[in-house]
């Protein structure tokens, strides 16, 4: 179900945004999250640092390495462990970005005690400028954040909220916002190309689609030790540690698992690894790299390994509900009915928040609330983009609107084009057509500008040519 504690991103206020006369957001109440991290690990790192700082001064990046080579990073949430290795690994390569951008921005740090609240600050507008995600932004200023705790500096990083100028930037969106699943056809096409590249990583993508494998889980997967009866019992490479069962319920389910069962009885530890001797790093790297001979990444086919679980999620909850999940148009049905095919989704996926599964399956609240926020997003855009506004009352027209999914408000891949829908007010001996032709060099550069103002390609289109076009969105 929608997660209530998502906040609103209505943009606020009427007047164009002057950056050097920012207004300092309110303080709201620390997440209780974040309020317990600063309780509970507040200088639990300094003596660390202090240690690493007199082995290496002055050298930012050396301390990062060595902080977070020996500083074991405490888990934020769940049950009380240390973090993977590869959040390790995360955490490092974040700090290394912001310390590194910092010297491209001309504010360079000798020592990282020394990065100031007014440094982070200018990071992160300067990351807003430059239209990077929500998620990639919260996930540097958590590892900013944390790091300032663990060395004494608790209130170096503010959450990200309270460092953005634009009410949307900050805003993680945690329900699913479109369909990221695998089409059949589309896994048909993939395992032909991949089976021809490396069968072993062709059988990792149908065991993924069938089961709901993370990608770690998969590359640790033993089936000689995992299957038992008729479930699967999932202990390794699972996210947290968090073991889970997982029903066989079909013939295709177990035909594949015998396969899985031969391919690991001849490797070593009885893993399903590419080839002989290989440490999970390379395992990992080899799965990736297969995939990147075959073309399969988001930006060529828009297709990603973890869309096997958004696939896997989706076929449950059609199958427990009868009708298609959110995200792929499923009508509301009983809201009982909906919490038990939630429930038992999240425990498949190894989940312990039901909530989580509205970033596999979607829902109907949180579509009409993105759908929404992204019209009054386009709404505010142009309305204080001043040479837009200029073009668009330059010229005089009948109507100027965004048509299709862009003006449901569906989120679009950034690579996906829109059309500008036109009309130009007809003038004495004029036809429509001779005054869409009139107008048509005038909408092109209406066209460049909102490209830029929206961040995506828009394209041209005369109204009347448009004549299904059920869905518009009025500029002027």
């Not at 190309?193 to 993924?208: E, K, S």
């Not at 013939?251 to 396969?259: G, T």
Request: charged share 25%.
């Amino acid at each position: 179900m929608f997660d209530a504690n998502t906040p609103s991103s209505t943009p606020q206020g009427d007047e164009p945004h002057q950056p050097k006369a920012r207004v300092e957001p309110k303080h709201k109440p620390l997440h209780p999250v974040i309020r317990g991290i600063k309780h509970r690990e507040t200088g639990m790192g300094k003596q660390d640092y202090e240690d690493i700082k007199a082995s290496y001064p002055n050298n930012p990046i050396k301390q990062i390495a060595s902080f977070f080579g020996s500083f074991r990073i405490p888990a934020a949430i769940g049950r009380k462990r240390k973090a993977s290795y590869r959040t390790q690994e995360d955490y490092q390569t974040r700090m290394n970005t912001f310390v590194r951008t910092l010297r491209e921005l001309n504010m360079p740090v000798r020592n990282l005690d020394e990065i100031s609240k007014k440094q982070v600050r200018l990071y992160f507008e300067h990351m807003e400028r430059e239209g990077k995600s929500a998620v990639w932004m919260a996930n540097i200023n958590t590892a900013i954040r944390r790091f300032g705790i663990w060395i004494g500096k608790p209130e170096l990083c503010p959450p990200l909220g309270e460092l953005m100028h634009e009410p949307w930037s900050g805003k993680r969106r945690i329900a699913a916002q479109k369909d990221n699943t695998w089409g059949h056809d589309e896994l048909v096409n993939v395992l032909e190309q991949v089976q021809d590249v490396c069968p072993m990583t062709a059988l990792h993508i149908r065991l993924a689609s069938l089961f709901g494998h993370r990608v770690q889980e998969f590359l640790m997967f033993r089936p000689a030790d995992a299957v038992q009866g008729d479930y699967i019992h999932l202990k390794e490479g699972t996210k947290g540690g968090r073991t889970r069962m997982v029903p066989i319920e079909t013939e295709e389910q177990r035909k594949w698992l015998n396969v899985a069962m031969d391919e690991a009885a001849h490797h070593p530890f009885g893993r399903l690894m590419a080839k002989e001797g290989m440490t999970l790093a390379q395992a990992r790297n080899h799965f990736y790299n297969v995939l990147r001979i075959c073309g399969v990444s988001k930006k060529n086919i828009g297709l990603t390994p973890h869309g096997l679980r958004h696939s896997y999620a989706c076929n449950l909850y059609e199958q427990f509900t009868g009708e298609k999940a959110p995200i792929q148009g499923g009508a509301p049905i009983d809201p009982e009915l909906d919490r038990r095919a939630r429930l038992e989704i999240a425990r498949r996926l190894g989940h312990g928040r039901v909530s989580v599964t509205t970033s596999y399956i979607g829902s109907h609240a949180a579509l009409k609330k993105y759908a929404k926020e992204n019209l009054q997003r386009i709404e505010h855009l142009v309305k204080h983009d001043n040479a837009l506004q200029a073009l668009m009352k330059e010229a005089r027209f009948d109507s100027l609107c965004l048509v299709g999914p862009i003006a449901r408000g569906d989120t679009l891949p950034k690579n996906q084009s829109s059309v500008l829908a036109y009309a130009a007010t007809i003038q004495p001996n004029e036809t429509r057509q001779q005054a869409d032709i009139r107008l048509g060099g005038h909408v092109m550069a209406i066209c460049e500008q909102l490209s830029q103002t929206l961040g995506r390609l828009i394209t041209a289109a005369r109204l009347n040519a448009l004549q299904d076009a059920e869905d518009k969105f009025e500029l002027i």
